[in-house]
């Protein structure tokens, strides 16, 4: 298939949804089609050399002046092209098949808006956001993705989403296909686990035996690093066994710094910020925790299962709906489920326990495979594909109800 993909910029060191369009491309080009990539700009180096990148012009004074322009200029870049199908993921909507990615705005708000305890929090939050203007230039741009006009399938990468397209976007179930977020497990293999992580902890000062927690992630009020902090600093002070978190990604610190400070914390909390090589961490660590408030489907999730990590973390992750709570992790109902935060730390604590998660962690993990979610996504292309031929061909010969009146209209007996 001649295939067309539309994002913004390419950057794998900027985060996990970059990461993933690298594997899809590459995975589409083994698979023998024919990619193009629509974008504005794109590392170079980092995209197979059979993928065809097309600049994507995004001029304006301001961020939203760009962000409209790039939308706009991607609609008419992609309409001079003979695609079989055309897919988009973020902040554009001329496609015949989106995959949001980040979810669903107004889900998205709602669910950020739950980090706040007194509902009169909650609601000021809500409202500053709603009044902010980018708020509605990204929402002008949802309403154009599922717009009934459009027709366009939509990839929910989990139930949560799906539920969140038909509810606040009213998208019938038929236009929508759930194929959960996938990864590459051999982009996250080193050749020696043992001497990485070894390596890794002497550098940081942590002894072969240390009980070392990850967190990953940029937005550390969103992905629940405050709740996380203080169910460390409550796991401690029931005596639990000694516990060292390690915190990477490039979100705002100092105020967490402070927390964990105030909370005893200090000195068992290692803040190290954009870390270049995330594999480092991860098999350097014992567990995963993700205390999310919001998540499609947390990728850095299944690329911890993939290390054999168990996880703890909530059901407002799309990624929690394929694991099963207590053989590879901990589900929680909430960020604020203190009571189960804290027994989920205990069980990482139980070496025993936690090794027998890790084990059905590093299966499904191996046993989720890009493969699998590559495929899921082809037969949603071909089908769109397929539907693109049947109306092409319907034209070409008259096919239709009005073909048809043509047609008897002209064979009719004179």
Known sequence: MRLALNFPRIDPARGGAETYLVDLCQGLIRAGHQVDL?????????????VRCVAVPAAGNTRLQRLWAFARNSEAALAGGAYDCTVGFINTYAHDVIIPQGGVLRGSLAANAQ??????????????????????????????????????????????????????????RSRIHVVPNAIDPERLRVAQPGAVRCRFRNRLGLEPSDLVGL?????????????????????????????????????????YRRLAARLGLGESVR??????????????????????????????????????LP??????????????????????????????????????????RRRAMAAEALKLGRAHTFENHLAALVRVFEEV??????????????????????????????
């Open 38 to 50: 629509y974008a504005e700009r794109w590392v170079s180096g980092c995209l197979p050399p059979e």
């Open 115 to 172: 980090r706040f305890a007194h509902p009169i929090a909650r609601r000021l939050y809500v409202l500053g956001k709603t009044l902010n203007p980018s708020y509605w230039t990204y929402r002008a741009i949802e309403r154009r993705q599922y717009a009934a006009s459009r027709e366009a399938r939509v990839i929910a990468v989990s139930h949560l989403v799906r539920r969140h397209l038909q509810d606040i976007h009213q998208v019938p």
């Open 215 to 255: 967190f990953v992630g940029h937005n550390f009020a969103l992905k629940g690093l405050e709740p996380l902090l203080r169910g460390l600093a409550r796991h401690r002070r029931a005596g639990g066994r000694s516990i060292h978190l390690l915190v990477c990604g490039g979100g705002r610190a100092g105020a």
């Open 271 to 308: 803040f190290l910020g954009h870390y270049p090589d995330v594999r480092d961490c991860y098999w350097s660590s014992d567990f995963f925790a993700s205390p999310t408030y919001y998540d499609p489907c947390s990728l850095v999730v299944l690329e911890a299962l993939a290390c054999g």
């Open 311 to 352: 996880v703890i973390t909530t059901a407002c992750n799309g990624a929690s709906e394929l694991m099963t709570d207590g053989r590879q992790g901990r589900i929680l109902s909430h960020p604020t489920d203190s009571p189960g935060l804290l027994a989920a730390l205990g069980e990482m604590a139980d070496d025993r």
């Open 385 to 414: 594909a397929e539907a693109k031929r049947r109306k092409a061909h319907a034209g070409k010969t008259g096919g239709g109800p009005h073909g048809r009146a043509r047609r008897n209209r002209k064979n009719a007996p004179r």
